[in-house]
Every structure is written in structure tokens, then in C-alpha cells.
């Protein structure tokens, strides 16, 4: 049996779609999954964009555990972040203005599905960007990027669990609301 090799020339870009989601939450896997399943290429952003917009939910202790510890090896911001955590779960991600930004995305996935069931997932999406799966078979693109200052996965990072025993004592009740909101229209 010969190696899967991806190929990287379909590149059809899209400016119907874009991944918007928050950091950590899987936008670099789902974008390579989606060009690799449907030759499509969609443009990721943390930003809303002025387009059909995808989003990948993902469980806000996860989301949060996982950024602090990258920005964390990154920038060194652990003791910022051990000072006062609970600007790092609040400050930057949602705010009473939010609770109605489900509103604002076309397609949502959540993150279980996309790591548990990637495939059944793109189909779902494809089905809903009305393009055809064209390759069943994959092969990650996605690694370590330190130049871009990302990680695969922070989970073995050396403060993680440091991280995120202190993310699970945060109220992350406002948090939680927005999330429930979007697992409740997630395909």
C-alpha cells in the first residue's frame, strides 16, 4: 500500500466561507481538513468576518487551559496569568455584548466532533457549503509552529495542569451561557 500524500495544488480558495473562532479551539485542524476532504481552501480568523462564517466550539476550561499555557511558553506569561487569573478568563473573549453572537455564524461545529468523528464532521459541513468530499483519506498538516508562536497541543506543556486547576476554580458562568447558546446550534 503506497502513503497517502495530500494534495497541496488543489487550493480553491473561498471567499463565501471563513473559519472564525477563538484561539485554541481546533480552526488549524478544521481548515486542513476541509481543503484536504473538499480541494476548498477557507481563511481562518479570530476576527468576524463579513462572509458565511464556520465556528468550532469548544469547552471553555479546554479553551482557556490551552491558551494560557501556550501564551504562557510563548511570552512567558504564567506569572501574569498566576497574579490574576481571572482577567485571562474574562478580559478578552466574551462580554454582555456577545451573548447574541451566535446569531452571526452560518455553520457551527463543536470541537468533540471534529476531533472524534473529523471525517462525519467535514461531511456535514460540505453538505451545508453545498461542495462535494472528494478525498476520504488524510494526512495532518498540522504541527508545532513555533515561528507563528503555535502549538499542536498544549496539553503537554510543562504548566498545563498548573493552568488549568486554577481555570476550573474561575466563575465561568457568562462563559458557559455563550458556550451553551452555541452547542444548542451546532450541527
Known amino acids: 500500500m503506497t502513503e497517502y ?3 497541496t495544488k488543489i487550493k480553491h480558495p473561498t471567499s ?16 486542513d481538513r476541509i481543503e484536504q476532504h473538499t480541494g476548498i481552501f477557507v481563511k481562518k ?8 462564517m464556520i465556528t468550532v466550539v469548544r469547552d471553555p476550561i479546554d479553551f482557556l487551559s490551552s491558551y494560557v499555557a501556550m501564551d504562557a511558553l510563548y511570552f512567558g ?16 473573549w466574551y462580554t454582555e455584548n456577545d451573548m447574541d453572537i ?24 460540505a453538505d ?26 498544549s496539553k503537554s506543556l510543562k504548566d498545563y495542569d498548573t493552568i488549568r486547576q486554577i481555570v476550573e476554580k474561575q466563575d465561568l458562568s457568562k462563559t458557559y451561557e455563550i458556550y451553551n447558546k452555541f452547542l444548542a446550534k451546532a450541527i
Open 16 to 31: 463565501e466561507y471563513s473559519i472564525v473562532t477563538i484561539p485554541r479551539s481546533g480552526s488549524n485542524y478544521l481548515q
Open 77 to 92: 506569561s504564567l506569572d501574569n496569568f498566576l497574579s490574576n487569573p481571572q482577567d485571562w478568563c474574562f478580559s478578552s
Open 128 to 153: 451545508k457549503m453545498s461542495v462535494e468530499i472528494i478525498e476520504d483519506r488524510y494526512k495532518s498538516n498540522v504541527v508545532d509552529k513555533a515561528y507563528r508562536n503555535h502549538v499542536k497541543s
Open 5 to 7: 500524500t495530500p494534495n
Open 45 to 52: 480568523s479570530h476576527e468576524l468576518q463579513n462572509n458565511k
Open 102 to 125: 451566535v446569531d452571526n455564524f452560518d455553520i457551527i461545529i463543536t470541537y468533540e466532533s471534529l476531533i472524534n468523528s473529523p471525517l462525519e464532521t467535514i461531511k456535514k459541513i
